[in-house]
């Protein structure tokens, strides 16, 4: 794949990063299910102490929520692309720190094409380790989170956020004729190969648009934004060429979308805690 078209790549899918609503989601839910923990009394250390592992990074959208605020953030994914991109702007970063003679030590991130199913890593070097929406596309899922916790610290914690159907993305997906991916059932996917590799599940919220649920998806500006953000996720995440009916049936699923602030599309998905 040439430079460019890999350029065109990692910013149509840093669009959708930017359309996730509301911001800093993950983040917020991860505090909160450190919160309950600190109730119990347990022994757990701010989130600017930990060093946090994110398997499945994406385009680095959860670890740019992240590295701010922790000690250390190493995000991995086996999509190439988007490691090599992600790898190039970390250095060019690096290097504007360094050229500007400020404290390198501010650069507490660092990306690794590696599977989750098989970690690089020492036994217990995190405090934290995150599947923020990766967990359903992992096939061997006991490996992958019985690496997590062999490489999580004692009294560490792991943190899945898990896709489930019924979401509007998928649903629109399904609409088109396209494959609308893995139809996950929460308890096969998360929650038995969860208690197999942690004994119990700490605790878990649902995220769906029910109002006593949390809301999480995407929100875009207008409906013509939401077609041309579309017509980028077939092209691109289904590979497939856009026919002019497909973007008649996304107009009108997008008219039916429409709220105050904009056109929302909401992720269906179980947020689970674990600690070790
Ligand atoms: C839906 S994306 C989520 C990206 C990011 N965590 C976010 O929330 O924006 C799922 C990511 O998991 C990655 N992935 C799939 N299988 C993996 C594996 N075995 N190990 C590591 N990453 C994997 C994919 O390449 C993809 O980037």
Avoid at 16 to 35: C, G, R
Avoid at 85 to 112: G, P, W
């Amino acid at each position: 794949m040439s430079a460019t078209l890999s350029i065109d790549y990692i910013q149509g899918w840093r669009r959708w990063s930017d359309l996730h609503h509301p911001a800093n989601f993950e983040i917020t839910i991860v505090e909160q299910f450190l919160d309950l923990k600190r109730n119990e009394n347990t022994d757990i250390k701010p989130l600017a102490a930990m060093n946090i592992l994110e398997i499945g990074c994406g385009d680095g959208r959860v670890m740019r929520e992240f590295a701010p605020v922790a000690k250390s953030v190493v995000g991995i994914d086996t999509n190439s692309q988007v490691i090599e991109f992600l790898q190039s702007e970390i250095e060019q970063a690096f290097m504007a720190i360094i050229s500007s003679n400020l404290d390198a030590a501010n650069i507490n991130v660092a990306v690794e094409k590696m599977s989750g199913t098989d970690l690089q890593f020492e036994d217990e070097s995190f405090d934290l380790v995150l599947f923020p929406w990766s967990l359903h596309q992992i096939e061997d899922k006991q490996t992958a989170l019985k690496e997590a916790k062999r490489v999580l610290a004692p009294n560490g914690h792991l943190v899945v956020f898990g896709l489930l159907p019924g979401g509007e993305y998928e649903n629109a997906v399904a609409e088109l004729g396209l494959d609308p991916g893995p139809q996950v059932d929460p308890v096969e996917a998360y929650e038995k190969p969860l208690i197999e590799a942690f004994g119990k599940i700490d605790d878990s919220l649902t995220i769906s648009s029910k109002p006593e649920d949390k809301e999480f998806g995407f929100l875009f500006p207008d409906i013509e934004t939401a077609i041309s953000d579309w017509k980028w996720a077939l092209q691109n995440w289904h590979e497939q060429s856009v026919q002019q009916e497909q973007l008649k049936t996304m107009s009108a699923r997008m008219e039916r979308n429409v709220r105050k602030d904009g056109v929302f599309m909401n992720i269906s998905g179980r947020a689970y805690l674990c600690s070790k």
